[in-house]
T-cell receptor, first 115, second 113 residues
Framework: RKEVEQDPGPFNVPEGATVAFNCTYSNSASQSFFWYRQDCRKEPKLLMSVYSSGNEDGRFTAQLNRASQYISLLIRDSKLSDSATYLCVVNIGGGPSGSARQLTFGSGTQLTVLP | GAGVSQSPSNKVTEKGKDVELRCDPI?????LYWYRQSLGQGLEFLIYFQGNSAPDKSGLPSDRFSAERTGGSVSTLTIQRTQQEDSAVYLCASSPFRDYGYTFGSGTRLTVV
């Protein structure tokens, strides 16, 4: 089982639609959670962190369910510029020297917003 | 600098040659990471540096891969005797010590022919 699993898509939605992406992670010790965005042939960029209480940033809402080991990203009123691959990212943290800080990336969900 | 700088942006090399990829992190970022991304695939962790601590090399795929970070700043990833399966985009990222949000460089696209 992959450490971070996402539906690869592609999701093709019309402008203005609401779209939701889901992600599951396998390690219950995971401590930090993020969504990154990656445009075609570009580097990933941090979109938002995901907090236990859920958090919102404009049209974007992230949710975390620790019991189910599940993360979601909701995009409302989607724009053409939202077209990208969305990466679910998890950090386990801890480790023998407290240095296990590398992030584990899902393979991404591709979104295309159509005019 | 203002962002993470990687060089070269593109590298084509012959199978069996050695290559060096360079990463210049954001000034003041103590953590530096190398990942690689093969075409259409997710990011694969390679190595992590934090300050003067011993690096976490757990992601390096073989002993042909090595990396160093001099003076807590610039890092070099070296691939010896390159193979075709080494072809990928090699991404470097840095972050402040207590911040998990990474800033990535634009990557080095390595093609082994």
């Amino acid at each position: 089982r992959k450490e971070v699993e996402q539906d690869p898509g592609p999701f093709n939605v019309p402008e203005g639609a609401t779209v939701a992406f889901n992600c599951t992670y396998s390690n219950s010790a995971s401590q930090s959670f993020f969504w990154y965005r990656q445009d075609c042939r570009k580097e990933p960029k941090l979109l938002m962190s995901v907090y236990s209480s859920g958090n919102e940033d404009g049209r974007f809402t992230a949710q975390l369910n620790r019991a189910s080991q599940y993360i979601s990203l909701l995009i409302r009123d989607s724009k053409l510029s939202d077209s990208a691959t969305y990466l679910c990212v998890v950090n386990i943290g801890g480790g023998p020297s407290g240095s296990a800080r590398q992030l584990t990336f899902g393979s991404g969900t591709q979104l295309t917003v159509l005019p | 600098g203002a962002g993470v700088s990687q060089s070269p942006s593109n590298k084509v090399t012959e199978k069996g040659k050695d290559v060096e990829l360079r990463c210049d992190p954001i000034s003041g970022h103590t953590a530096l990471y190398w990942y690689r991304q093969s075409l259409g695939q997710g990011l694969e962790f390679l190595i992590y540096f934090q300050g003067n601590s011993a690096p976490d090399k757990s992601g390096l795929p073989s002993d042909r891969f090595s990396a160093e970070r001099t003076g807590g700043s610039v890092s070099t990833l070296t691939i010896q005797r390159t193979q075709q399966e080494d072809s990928a985009v090699y991404l470097c990222a840095s972050s402040p010590f207590r911040d998990y949000g990474y800033t990535f460089g634009s990557g080095t696209r390595l093609t082994v022919v």
